[in-house]
């Protein structure tokens, strides 16, 4: 289907996106992956430091209404290796918005400081 302005409208005070038959919550989905993200936030740097160069940590997690999310959690250097720890987290629905995933993300530093930022 050849996406045009009849196929995909936006509801911004409803907080929905909808394309074809497809309802994308976008505050259900950005409330579960803040639960998600939050229990990695709980973590010490060590912890999360030693995540790096491993496989991201996927799942899925079920919404009110019974869609199912899928997110995926990554941890990279933010810049020069043994310093600051950035970790993405980022949810979709499976359909079209897993082009375009909703992302949250934080800093971690060795000094153990998070600085939250939501993307």
Do not use: H
């Amino acid at each position: 289907m050849q996406l045009t302005a009849k196929t995909l409208r936006v509801s911004s005070a409803a907080d929905t996106c909808r394309y074809a038959n497809i309802v994308v919550n976008k505050s259900e989905a950005l409330g579960l992956l803040g639960q998600v993200m939050d229990g990695w936030e709980k973590r010490t740097y060590d912890q999360l430091a030693s995540r790096i160069d491993t496989q991201p940590i996927t799942g899925e997690k079920k919404g009110e209404a019974g869609e199912i999310y899928q997110y995926e959690v990554q941890f990279f250097w933010d810049g020069e290796p043994g310093l600051a720890v950035r970790i993405i987290g980022s949810i979709d629905d499976g359909g079209w918005r897993a082009y375009f995933p909703l992302t949250r993300s934080f800093i971690r530093n060795p000094s153990s400081e998070s600085n939250p930022n939501i993307a």
